[in-house]
């Protein structure tokens, strides 16, 4: 191991076009630029994916990112502290009233993966933002708590990775 990583180290120095490189317990990366052209090179000690998988996981792994940064400041525009997790629960709750579904706690908490304690903090949370509203047992999404997307930025996301 420790002489494949010597070995890519001095081909990396040895290379004019390499910009850095960068180590990490799981992947060294190593990203070199010619021109307008970008190649990209990852080492996994223990995974043999073949080049054209490991970019099509990375763009992936980019839209995942960005959608999911972009419908955060959508659904919590002015809150910073709202989580992931938070944002799961929102959305099972508009998927759930949209399908008309029942959306009990329990049923949150098994559509989301999330223990049970969780999803009722942030049903709470959420109820105390006005997001959701709860009818009996069940919950659906707050009057005005869905906001469009008028500028089409989630649409442009997908547009970006998905026809390249």
Do not use: W
Request: one cysteine or more.
């Amino acid at each position: 191991m420790a002489t494949r990583d010597k070995a890519a180290r001095d081909c990396l120095r040895n290379s004019l076009r390499v910009s850095y490189f960068t180590r990490s317990n799981t992947a060294r990366l190593a990203r070199s630029y010619v021109g307008t052209m970008t190649e990209l090179k990852l080492y996994y000690p223990q995974s043999h994916i073949p080049p054209g998988r490991l970019r099509e996981k990375l763009d992936v792994s980019r839209m995942y990112v960005a959608l999911t940064r972009e419908m955060l400041d959508m659904a919590f525009p002015d809150r910073r502290d709202v989580d992931l997790e938070t944002l799961v629960v929102l959305l099972c709750v508009f998927i759930g009233d949209a399908e008309g579904r029942i959306t009990t706690a329990a049923k949150l908490a098994a559509h989301s993966g999330q223990p049970r304690p969780s999803v009722d903090r942030r049903l709470k949370l959420l109820l105390k933002l006005k997001k959701v509203e709860r009818v009996g047992r069940n919950y659906r999404l707050a009057q005005g708590a869905a906001t469009p997307d008028e500028r089409g930025r989630l649409a442009r996301i997908l547009d970006r990775y998905l026809h390249k």
